[in-house]
Structures are given as structure tokens and as C-alpha cells.
């Protein structure tokens, strides 16, 4: 079945840099997703890697797929107090769009 | 870019009434829409996919005659609450796909609906 699965919290000290890692079981997958929320807000995208790709970098931050592991990760380098979130991870299987989200891994900046 | 307004932002309604939410696609015509629901501190959940001019597809579990959505344009899809209870309470999110690419990215997520049922 489709089971993606994040750590729940993260801690950090502002300035360095964050790791968040996911999971997913169905290799499948076509896209991979990371979105952010802040509190009480909807989503948004922050970057997203097709499943023939190894990494990709937008300016702080880097996706690593593994696909042999099935794992994702996210990096933010020099984190700032406004990255302090939640962040999900999520895979498409097909062309539907339709997305199975991740637990939530809320990331906390530390100043 | 590509933007999505959900409304209301939040709403309060009695048990046993209905609450409409709406999720419209401000710039971008939307062929397919989706609504999700949060529970406090989880995951969001996709309940349905709702596609424009047909019936929606439900997820195993999701109550139809419950959880009501209308597609009724390419703009606009709304999901209809109804005999609202307090395990109702909700954040309600919807996502719209276009598909012209815009922002790199196909989806695009309202900024929710919270609903608290009393």
C-alpha cells in the first residue's frame, strides 16, 4: 500500500542547516513534493523532483532522492527563523495528481 | 502565478446545519480540483477529486451523501458539509490542477477552510 513516512520534529540553530528526511514504500512514484505550512495556513510548494532524477538544487534548497531506499530528503542551508514550519512530503503515483502526504515534520529555528 | 481562494477562512456552525466552502481558481481554469482534510497536528488527507462537469470520485471511507462537491465550472468547486457534527471539525483544503505549468508546478493549494462545529 501507499505509506509515506517523515520524522515529526526537527530542532536547529539559525544559521545552520536543516535535514528533513521522508520515506515513501511504492516505487511508482512519478513526483515527489515538498511543501511547507505555517500555522494555520494552506500549503505551499517549495520544490518538487521527477523520479528519474537524482537531486535538485533551488538556491537554499537541495532535494536528494534515493530511489533504490525509497527515501527523499530535504535540506535548507542557512536556516532562518521563518522556516520554522511544518513540512510534508509527497508523492504522486500517476498523472493524476492525486498526492499521499507524509506525517508533517515541524522544523523548529532556534535564534 | 497561479492562485487558489478558498472561502470562508473559517467558519463556526451548530451541530445539524450546513456549511458550503467554496475553492476557486482566480487566473487558471481548473478541469480538476481536490479537497483535503487536516485533523489538528496530522496529515492532510485527500477525500475526493472533484472533476468539472461529472460526479466526484470519493476515497475509500469519505461519505458522499456527508462530504457534498459540485464542480459546477472550471473556476469554481464547492464542498458542502452537511448535518455538520463536532467531529466535523476540520481544516478543509483544496488544491486545483491546471495544466499550463504555471510555477513550475501543476498544483496549486487554496489556504484553507477551518471549520469548528459547536
Known amino acids: 500500500g501507499e505509506d509515506v513516512e517523515q520524522s515529526l520534529f526537527l530542532s536547529v540553530r539559525e544559521g545552520d542547516s536543516s535535514v528533513i528526511n521522508c520515506t515513501y514504500t511504492d516505487s511508482s512514484s512519478t513526483y515527489l513534493y515538498w511543501y511547507k505550512q505555517e500555522p494555520g495556513a494552506g500549503l505551499q510548494l517549495l520544490t518538487y523532483i521527477f523520479s528519474n532524477m537524482d537531486m535538485k538544487q533551488d538556491q537554499r534548497l537541495t532535494v536528494l532522492l534515493n530511489k533504490k531506499d525509497k527515501h527523499l530528503s530535504l535540506r535548507i542551508a542557512d536556516t532562518q527563523t521563518g522556516d520554522s514550519a511544518i513540512y510534508f512530503c509527497a508523492e504522486s503515483m500517476d498523472s493524476s495528481y492525486k498526492l499521499i502526504f507524509g506525517s508533517g515534520t515541524r522544523l523548529l529555528v532556534r535564534p | 502565478g497561479a492562485v487558489v481562494s478558498q472561502h470562508p477562512s473559517w467558519v463556526i456552525c451548530k451541530s445539524g446545519t450546513s456549511v458550503k466552502i467554496e475553492c476557486r481558481s482566480l487566473d487558471f481554469q481548473a478541469t480538476t480540483m481536490f479537497w483535503y482534510r487536516q485533523f489538528p497536528k496530522q496529515s492532510l488527507m485527500l477525500m475526493a477529486t472533484s472533476n468539472e462537469g461529472s460526479k466526484a470520485t470519493y476515497e475509500q471511507g469519505v461519505e458522499k451523501d456527508k462530504f457534498l462537491i459540485n464542480h459546477a465550472s472550471l473556476t469554481l468547486s464547492t464542498l458542502t458539509v452537511t448535518s455538520a457534527h463536532p467531529e466535523d471539525s476540520s481544516f478543509y483544503i483544496c488544491?486545483?490542477?491546471?495544466?499550463?505549468?504555471?510555477?513550475?508546478?501543476?498544483?496549486?493549494f487554496g489556504n484553507g477552510t477551518r471549520l469548528t462545529v459547536t
Open positions: 488544491s486545483a490542477l491546471t495544466d499550463r505549468g504555471l510555477d513550475n508546478s501543476p498544483l496549486h
